[in-house]
């Protein structure tokens, strides 16, 4: 399976912390997505960064890719509690149609 | 701009009914992904349509189909539900002009279908 894991499973923070999750995969990408999930909502795109790409930056988000330990961070910089929501990693297969994703990291900032 | 959307938002069935789940795609997309989510896991990869033809499909049984109609809308069918397929059924638009492996997913809210 090609599938990612995501570590922690749980986070908690305070307000204005960092939060870092780490996500590992088993087989070559093309590309790795991050998304995030509000509890019972649908999930919405963060992140891309492709396989030729180290990091990349948007807005407090930092993602880093290590292909050769096939490994990916996602650092959320100064977190507000509108940040609370579950976040997964994606992978896609050699076609790029079927994603991958994670059992994700469920994260709370507590105010 | 309409993003992806979904009906419907919940659905109670019985185990051995049928159910078909629908998904409008975001404005300018032409791919439908299907994924299913169980309580506390990631979403699994159903199947793609593209140019109203699956394209690939995921590690589910024939009872799972599905359709694409010429406006990219799509369809989610199921038969002879099981129990086991109680999750959120969440549709991803996508579009294939920009490459299928640099586009993101938009995904719509999911329809929650509850099996008895």
């Known amino acids: 399976s090609q599938q990612g894991e995501e570590d922690p499973q749980a986070l908690s923070i305070q307000e204005g912390e960092n939060a870092t999750m780490n996500c590992s995969y088993k087989t070559s990408i093309n590309n790795l997505q991050w998304y995030r999930q509000n509890s019972g909502r649908g999930l919405v795109h963060l992140i891309l960064i492709r396989s030729n790409e180290r990091e990349k930056h948007s807005g407090r988000l930092r993602v880093t890719l290590d292909t050769s330990k096939k490994s990916s961070s996602l650092l959320i910089t100064a977190s507000r509690a509108a940040d609370t929501a579950s976040y997964f990693c994606?992978?896609?297969?050699?076609?790029?149609?079927?994603?991958?994703f994670g059992t994700g990291t469920s994260l709370t900032v507590i105010p | 701009d309409a993003g992806v959307t979904q009906s419907p938002t919940h659905l109670i069935k019985t185990r051995g009914q049928q159910v078909t789940l629908r998904c409008s795609p975001k404005s300018g997309h032409d791919t439908v992904s299907w994924y299913q989510q169980a309580l506390g896991q990631g979403p699994q990869f159903i199947f793609q349509y593209y140019e109203e033809e699956e394209r690939q499909r995921g590690n589910f049984p024939d009872r799972f189909s599905g359709h694409q109609f010429p406006n990219y809308s799509s369809e989610l069918n199921v038969n002879a539900l099981l129990l086991g397929d109680s999750a959120l059924y969440l549709c991803?638009?996508?579009?294939?002009?920009?490459?299928?492996?640099?586009?993101?997913?938009?995904f719509g809210n999911g329809t929650r279908l509850t099996v008895t």
């Open positions: 994606a992978t896609d297969d050699y076609t790029g149609n079927q994603f991958y």
């Open positions: 991803a638009s996508s579009s294939r002009g920009h490459g299928s492996y640099n586009s993101p997913l938009h």
